[in-house]
């Protein structure tokens, strides 16, 4: 290999480093400062770099919403969906994903709590690509949540005439509520009751 396909690959990992921290960054100011405030200006003091090396990442401030959409997507996967995934199939592999998002909700991970949450609540009259991405977000998370009721149905840890769609509802009515709570109040007290509504409710299935 060539000194100079060496460098290139070495430039070009910095680069993707680069964005992805950049990313990250903003991923959590979206959930305090909005996604629509995003800024490069604002990203570039927070970061501590030039606006002309944060220009070279972004297109336009649609492209940087859209990119710290998915990188907010990736995080949430790492941080709720594969946690819960690594439990046993059935209940408690529903039980353990709705737990999961609790304790990235207590832990942090976004300042501003969920960040689907957070921002869902910013676009949601806001006609738009950014709307639209969110929007199927979250329907990928109820979709994904049925789906684990339906695979505790099969399994015969739930009821045959539970209805799916319906206890999906629940279980992101309550985590939601509980990050609301959470964030508004700096009080885990809502975390611990939708954990033990959680537990009520499978267990009534």
Not at 117 to 141: K, N, T, Y
């Amino acid at each position: 290999m060539s000194e100079t396909t060496t460098a290139t690959r070495r430039r070009r990992a910095d680069g993707e480093r680069r964005r992805e921290a950049i990313l990250a960054t903003a991923a959590r100011l979206a959930t305090v400062d909005g996604i629509d405030g995003l800024s490069i200006g604002q990203l570039a003091d927070e970061l501590g770099m030039s606006k002309s090396g944060l220009y070279a990442h972004f297109d336009s401030k649609l492209d940087l919403q859209l990119a710290t959409i998915d990188t907010a997507r990736e995080i949430f996967i790492e941080v709720v969906v594969l946690p819960g995934a690594a439990v046993p199939r059935g209940v408690e592999r529903l039980r353990a994903l709705c737990l999961s998002f609790l304790e990235h909700v207590d832990q942090g991970v976004f300042p501003g709590g969920c960040f689907f949450a957070a921002v869902a609540s910013e676009v949601a009259a806001r006609p738009g690509e950014v709307r639209d991405r969110i929007a199927r977000e979250q329907l990928d998370w109820i979709a994904l949540l049925e789906r684990l009721v339906a695979e505790s149905q099969d399994l015969g840890q739930l009821a045959p005439d539970t209805d799916a769609a319906q206890l999906a509802f629940e279980l992101n009515a309550l985590v939601i509520a509980a990050n609301t709570a959470f964030v508004l109040h700096a009080d885990p007290t809502g975390l611990q009751r939708a954990q033990r509504a959680i537990d009520r409710l499978l267990r009534g299935q």
